[in-house]
């Protein structure tokens, strides 16, 4: 069984897996290049503890589409080594890191420069699941004709939500930090 270093080590670079999108890579984009990094000396911090980080995504999901570009911006800015695992390719790696019984993206894995793994950040920050949750709960019961049709829509807006909304690509740089602050002491 591989461990999630050799699975960091296997991975893509952010950067690539980015370029090499296929759906929401334009989304993706537009977080990543608007996404402004707070001058808080987070990324310095960062780079004195010789992290690296592994995402476990698909260019599908909308959660990953927002947050990866975030991170991605942090781990630049901490010059910071970030690499991708598809989570469908191997399920092995999802399914030890499990949230509430389901395999949610992204995930991501916070390392130390021996490789050994020091905790995990992800799905999505409070503020977005609570989005996420509101969202959901105003859809109509799945037997119900027009759900199809409602949950696309609700998912079109919140993606729409996800690419635009400043405030929230901050909540997710912030929970981040905070855990990973919390990872370190």
Known sequence: MKTEQQYFEEGKSIQTYMDEMGMLK????????????????????LKQNELHFLTITED????????????RKLAEAADTEMRVALRDADTDLIDRHL?????????????????H????????????????????????????PTFAEKQKEAFG?????????????????NHFKETVLTILK
């Open 26 to 45: 334009e989304e993706s984009f537009a977080v990543y290049e608007h996404f402004q990094l707070p001058a808080d000396g987070f990324a310095e911090q």
């Open 60 to 71: 599908w999901c909308g959660d990953a589409m927002m947050i990866n570009p975030v991170i």
């Open 99 to 115: 949230t509430n019984g389901g395999r949610a993206i992204p995930m991501i894995l916070v390392f130390n420069n021996q490789g």
């Open 117 to 144: 793994l020091l905790g995990k950040w992800g799905p999505r920050a409070p503020k977005a699941q609570q989005i996420v949750d509101e969202v959901r709960s105003a859809l109509p019961p799945k037997d119900d």
């Open 157 to 173: 807006s919140l993606r729409k939500r996800y690419t635009e909304d400043q405030v929230l690509w901050e909540e997710v740089y």
